[in-house]
T-cell receptor
């Protein structure tokens, strides 16, 4: 199974600022996914990041608010821009397991609190 | 939008009891997965079911996929404190897409 690390593990930020979350995988993967897990809510897919192309965003999420970089096959970043308290959430990256198209391995998450 | 409804949302039981968690949708899924998430960690895959009516067992956990592939259940026999966690179901849409739709989860607490 893939080992995924995320930095930071948690942060407290002031509204109006931006935070960049890093996701590192111990093997090369074509696809990486970014999710948001709000308190009491489902995991919601923000975007799919493929190396060498622009990220594909889900409905309700835009690049200006959540810019994503994917410089190589083992690394990605998600930036939460111009934060508001509503952005307080856990942000998770994941990668396909490689065994099937739909099973995923998840990172430990980044717990963000915006004050 | 495809939705997965999980019930119950919270469950607190004593060690040794049995429990069942449900995951329901009006949509058909090509596969359905169950994950367990513990505080401060990401979800960890427990099982994937793909065939209508399929039953899979993982030690004391039994997973079932509905015949119409719209619902699933997770049954835990003789629950232990180590089973405590957030149980999430996730569905893959028709065509075997890599994108997953998640339920809100069932937060299970097993008291010793």
């Amino acid at each position: 199974s893939a080992v995924i690390s995320q930095k930071p593990s948690r942060d407290i930020c002031q509204r109006g600022t931006s935070l960049t979350i890093q996701c590192q995988v111990d093997s090369q993967v074509t696809m990486m996914f970014w999710y948001r897990q709000q308190p009491g809510q489902s995991l919601t897919l923000i975007a799919t990041a493929n190396q060498g192309s622009e990220a594909t965003y889900e409905s309700g999420f835009v690049i200006d608010k959540f810019p994503i970089s994917r410089p190589n096959l083992t690394f990605s970043t998600l930036t939460v821009s111009n934060m508001s308290p509503e952005d307080s959430s856990i942000y998770l990256c994941s990668v396909p397991s490689g065994k099937t198209r739909y099973e995923q391995y998840f990172g430990p998450g980044t717990r963000l609190t915006v004050t | 939008t495809q939705l997965l409804e999980q019930s119950p949302q919270f469950l607190s039981i004593q060690e040794g009891e049995n429990l069942t968690v449900y995951c329901n949708s009006s949509s058909v899924f090509s596969s359905l997965q169950w994950y367990r998430q513990e505080p401060g960690e990401g979800p960890v895959l427990l099982v994937t079911v793909v065939t209508g009516g399929e039953v899979k067992k993982l030690k004391r956990l039994t997973f079932q996929f509905g015949d119409a592939r719209k619902d699933s259940s997770l049954h835990i026999t003789a629950a232990q404190p180590g089973d405590t966690g957030l149980y999430l179901c996730a569905g893959s849409t028709q065509g075997g897409s890599e994108k997953l739709v998640f339920g809100k989860g069932t937060k299970l607490t097993v008291n010793p």
